[in-house]
């Protein structure tokens, strides 16, 4: 009888959460004659089960199934897109529910990604979906364009796409630099907890679990186009006031600017090359002049050779006096020829 009754329970809340999101656990106890607290042990079941997500804590908490805010839409780029527009039609009001940082999170990752979609792949479709889990979300945006490594291989001249990878980590790099800051990526790779670019067999991730960077490639998978995935915890406390302010600091009007990177050397590393060119430097540390403070990620550095380090910590900052360089997770080898440099 027991089981019987659980088993109705949760039945009546799969079928009721969609007209009572806010007050659920109040109509369920009524319904049965029982206790608020068997009423949230059966949403915690649905919960651990994946049909139900909860948003929200105490008097705010609302639940609602997982099928009804998980979409697919596929935008035409034949015709004038606005990516405000595309938010506020299809996604706003399933967002709404989350906790406010991570909502701006969410619609400032869907609305840079989105426009970046729009007026650089140079793509006629763009696919978007949304997959809701009972602690997370993930927005995924998927052009038919010309590729974002391809396009920004050819914009520098690289010899190599991965390259590319690297200049997108930097921030402030754009193919149209009259219309754009090459701000959005930069930032929405540093506010979701995973960060993951997919384009002619390049992987490109963030994960800000350890704020660490992660390249592969597969020859395997030469399709055209940029796929975009971000995802992020329901109850994050990440905020993208906290994280422009650790890369921007005011002007002399008082102005907040984009003056700050910090990305990892590795991700300039092409195969199982060593770094010890003036060339290999020079990739480094192309695009560093747009800003006033660089720091470094040397991890999984093992060594670096003279040539190497002097482009970097001689030649270029005596080109550029003005911008503070510093280095991080560096090994006792590649500190020794730093401070030797130095």
């Known amino acids: 009888m027991v089981k019987n009754q659980a088993e109705e329970i949760r039945s009546y ?3 009721k959460l969609p007209v009572h999101p806010k007050n659920i656990v109040a109509k369920a106890a009524e319904a049965f004659l029982c206790s608020r607290t068997t009423v949230h042990r059966h949403l915690n079941r649905l919960l651990r089960d994946g049909k139900i997500i909860k948003s929200g804590t105490t ?18 780029l034949k015709d004038k897109v606005e990516e405000h527009k595309v938010w506020k ?23 840079e990604m989105l426009n970046n979609a729009i007026e650089h792949s140079e793509g006629t479709r763009v696919d978007i979906d949304t997959e809701w889990e009972s602690n997370s979300i993930k927005i995924r945006i998927c052009d038919d364009g010309v590729g974002v490594f391809w ?13 590319s990878a690297l200049h997108l980590s930097k921030g402030k790099f754009t193919t149209d630099p ?15 907890d995973e960060f993951l670019i997919t384009s002619r067999g390049i992987f490109y991730k963030r994960e800000n679990w350890d704020q660490d960077w992660f390249l592969e490639t597969a020859n395997d998978e030469k399709t055209t186009g940029t796929g975009l995935e971000m995802t992020i915890s329901l109850d994050s406390k990440r905020k993208m006031q906290e994280i422009y302010a650790e890369y921007q600091h005011e002007d002399s009007e008082g102005m907040p600017k984009f003056d700050k990177t910090n990305f990892v050397v590795q991700l300039s590393m092409l195969g199982d090359e060593r770094y010890v060119s003036r060339s290999q430097a020079r990739r480094i540390v192309l695009g560093l002049e747009k800003f006033k403070h660089v ?16 482009e970097v910590f ?13 280095y991080t997770n560096a090994n006792d080898d590649v500190r020794f020829m730093i401070e030797r440099t130095l």
């Open 59 to 76: 008097r705010q908490t609302k639940y609602f199934l997982k099928t009804e805010k998980n979409k697919e839409v596929t935008v035409s």
């Open 13 to 15: 809340l799969l079928a």
């Open 295 to 310: 720091v470094l990620n040397f991890k999984d550095i093992s060594t670096v050779g003279q040539g190497f380090v002097d």
């Open 178 to 192: 009259e219309n754009h800051t090459g701000e959005g990526i930069f930032f929405s790779s540093r506010a979701f």
């Open 314 to 326: 001689r030649v270029f900052q005596s080109k550029y006096p003005k911008i503070k360089i510093e």
């Open 151 to 163: 396009k920004i291989k050819n914009a520098l001249n690289l010899e190599d796409e991965r390259e």
């Open 89 to 111: 039609e299809s996604f706003k009001e399933d967002f709404e529910t989350l906790p406010n940082n991570v909502r701006q999170i969410c619609e400032y990752g869907f609305s």
